[in-house]
């Protein structure tokens, strides 16, 4: 049976769960509509008073909030708190107007540390353990998400951050590490760097809790086996608060979401119509119990699967299989979140059309991501001076956008394949998505 940091809420018998769920959202959608001017203007529109919520069978009347209206309303917009009540933000790794900036109370910490305290207990955490967290620190969520969940637990906590590969493994070495907290991506190529030192037979992790990026059940097996662990998913996003709104528990078959903190729906990611349990769509949160930056009704663009099927844990927490997609065209390359549309901004701004073709693939552990764009027939290079220095340009413009470093190549017009007349703009050879294994 499973460890629990908190057993009488994770295995909560679900009448009592939805009770606490209903309470709390009667109370957060009228902490909204009061101090969040936005949202309650939606709710004005939509015909909605707060009265009109008397629990989680009411959550469906309520209007959803998408990751645009976030942007349009950046950066005071949704914040539902005094300033002199907020004592920490934190950000999305978006580039300019696509950021996100999320504001929390002492009590937010406090919720979010317990969520990833429960996501490091789940994968056997004890206040014996050394936790080592080589995410980002930051403004990026998933330094400090581990960090102050692995406080909560009373593990001794190595606050590493990412890059350094050497410091890293001589840390886990010198002080021990047992749980290993990064993307799936560096696990993976840690582990390359461990055994290309001789290194393993010094090497004493139990666990690794790895988020942050889509990765495969063949990842899984193959970081599993070469560091000799037991390898947990973690789901989050900063929106929401950061990591730790799910966490997988030893049955490694889907993330328990902490639903005494957020609702879960899946929608269809079209008509927005809610779906029963087991359908495949696109999952929606609403955050019941922050203040700073509370949340209603907000569609992540990830494709998922909830089960209630009984979990051998113990706990009653509805899971949600890996994200199976997205129903928006975003991708995430070496860390970063990447929209077309950001792309073809550039490309536009530059006087190209959107004729081009984005090839993401993963060499190794690492991301590549290269561009092909078609000049114009009346504007072609002269030399090829002159095209590389066109190149240098975009490369130089894509990376200010996009925040990372994009392979750029001009090519002669009419050279990008095309599918029904327009170039086939995305190729990304990683295939980071498979089918659930949650599926009822
Ligand atoms: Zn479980």
């Given at each position: 049976m499973?460890?629990?940091?908190?057993?009488?809420i994770e295995t909560m018998?679900?009448?009592?769960?939805?009770?606490?769920?209903?309470?709390?959202l009667v109370?957060?959608?009228?902490?909204?509509?009061?101090?969040?001017?936005f949202?309650?203007?939606?709710?004005?529109e939509a015909?909605?008073?707060?009265?009109d919520?008397?629990g989680i069978?009411?959550?469906?009347k309520l209007?959803?909030?998408?990751?645009?209206?976030?942007?349009d309303?950046?950066?005071?917009?949704?914040?539902a708190?005094p300033q002199?009540?907020?004592?920490?933000?934190?950000?999305t790794?978006?580039?300019t107007?696509?950021?996100?900036?999320?504001?929390?109370?002492?009590d937010?910490?406090?919720?979010?540390?317990?969520?990833?305290?429960?996501a490091?207990?789940?994968?056997?955490?004890?206040?014996d353990?050394?936790?080592?967290?080589?995410?980002?620190?930051?403004?990026?969520?998933?330094?400090p998400?581990?960090n102050g969940?692995?406080?909560?637990?009373?593990c001794?906590?190595?606050?590493?951050?990412?890059?350094?590969?050497?410091?890293q493994?001589?840390?886990?070495?010198?002080l021990?590490?047992?749980?290993?907290?990064?993307?799936?991506?560096?696990?993976?190529?840690?582990?390359?760097s461990?055994?290309?030192r001789?290194?393993?037979d010094?090497?004493?992790?139990?666990?690794?809790?790895?988020?942050?990026?889509?990765w495969?059940e063949?990842?899984?097996?193959?970081?599993?086996k070469?560091?000799n662990?037991?390898?947990?998913d973690i789901?989050?996003?900063t929106?929401?608060?950061g990591p730790?709104?799910?966490?997988?528990c030893?049955?490694?078959?889907g993330?328990?979401i902490?639903e005494d903190?957020?609702i879960?729906?899946?929608i269809?990611?079209?008509?927005?119509?809610?779906?029963?349990?087991?359908?495949?769509?696109?999952?929606?949160?609403?955050?019941i119990?922050?203040k700073?930056?509370p949340?209603?009704?907000y569609?992540t663009?990830d494709i998922?699967?909830?089960s209630?099927?009984?979990?051998?844990?113990?706990?009653t927490?509805?899971r949600?299989?890996?994200?199976l997609?997205?129903?928006?065209?975003?991708?995430?390359?070496?860390?970063?979140?990447v929209f077309?549309?950001?792309?073809?901004t550039?490309?536009?701004?530059?006087?190209?059309?959107?004729?081009?073709?984005?090839v993401?693939?993963?060499?190794?552990?690492?991301?590549?991501?290269a561009?092909?764009?078609?000049?114009?027939?009346?504007?072609?290079?002269?030399?090829?001076d002159?095209?590389?220095a066109?190149?240098?340009?975009l490369?130089g413009?894509?990376?200010?956008?996009?925040?990372i470093?994009v392979?750029?190549?001009?090519?002669?017009?009419k050279?990008?394949?095309?599918?029904?007349?327009?170039?086939?703009?995305?190729?990304?050879?990683?295939n980071?998505?498979?089918?659930?294994?949650?599926?009822?």
């Amino acid at each position: 049976m499973g460890n629990y940091f908190n057993e009488e809420i994770e295995t909560m018998p679900l009448d009592k769960l939805q009770a606490l769920q209903s309470e709390r959202l009667v109370e957060q959608v009228k902490h909204v509509y009061d101090n969040v001017a936005f949202y309650r203007n939606k709710m004005d529109e939509a015909g909605i008073k707060p009265e009109d919520i008397h629990g989680i069978e009411d959550l469906h009347k309520l209007p959803f909030i998408t990751k645009d209206d976030l942007r349009d309303q950046y950066p005071y917009g949704f914040r539902a708190v005094p300033q002199n009540e907020c004592v920490r933000i934190q950000s999305t790794s978006g580039t300019t107007g696509r950021r996100v900036v999320s504001f929390y109370t002492q009590d937010d910490i406090d919720i979010w540390d317990t969520c990833c305290a429960r996501a490091i207990v789940a994968a056997g955490g004890t206040k014996d353990d050394v936790v080592h967290v080589c995410y980002g620190y930051g403004l990026f969520t998933g330094g400090p998400g581990l960090n102050g969940g692995s406080h909560k637990v009373g593990c001794l906590t190595l606050p590493m951050s990412s890059g350094n590969t050497d410091r890293q493994i001589q840390f886990m070495q010198d002080l021990g590490s047992t749980i290993l907290c990064c993307t799936p991506s560096y696990a993976a190529y840690l582990a390359e760097s461990i055994h290309e030192r001789g290194a393993m037979d010094q090497i004493k992790l139990k666990a690794g809790i790895f988020g942050a990026e889509a990765w495969t059940e063949e990842m899984r097996h193959n970081i599993e086996k070469s560091l000799n662990i037991k390898a947990y998913d973690i789901y989050g996003l900063t929106e929401i608060s950061g990591p730790g709104v799910s966490f997988e528990c030893s049955e490694q078959k889907g993330m328990h979401i902490n639903e005494d903190h957020f609702i879960a729906e899946i929608i269809n990611p079209v008509t927005g119509e809610v779906l029963p349990e087991g359908e495949k769509g696109e999952l929606v949160f609403t955050c019941i119990t922050k203040k700073a930056f509370p949340l209603l009704r907000y569609r992540t663009r990830d494709i998922c699967v909830l089960s209630r099927k009984k979990c051998s844990c113990g706990r009653t927490h509805v899971r949600m299989s890996k994200p199976l997609g997205r129903s928006d065209d975003m991708m995430v390359v070496k860390g970063v979140n990447v929209f077309p549309s950001q792309i073809e901004t550039v490309l536009l701004n530059d006087g190209y059309e959107a004729n081009y073709r984005l090839v993401v693939d993963r060499v190794g552990n690492s991301d590549t991501i290269a561009v092909d764009v078609e000049w114009l027939p009346s504007n072609p290079p002269k030399d090829k001076d002159e095209k590389r220095a066109r190149e240098s340009k975009l490369f130089g413009h894509l990376k200010s956008m996009l925040g990372i470093a994009v392979e750029v190549s001009l090519v002669a017009p009419k050279s990008i394949p095309r599918s029904e007349g327009k170039a086939v703009r995305i190729v990304d050879n990683r295939n980071l998505y498979e089918e659930s294994t949650l599926a009822n």
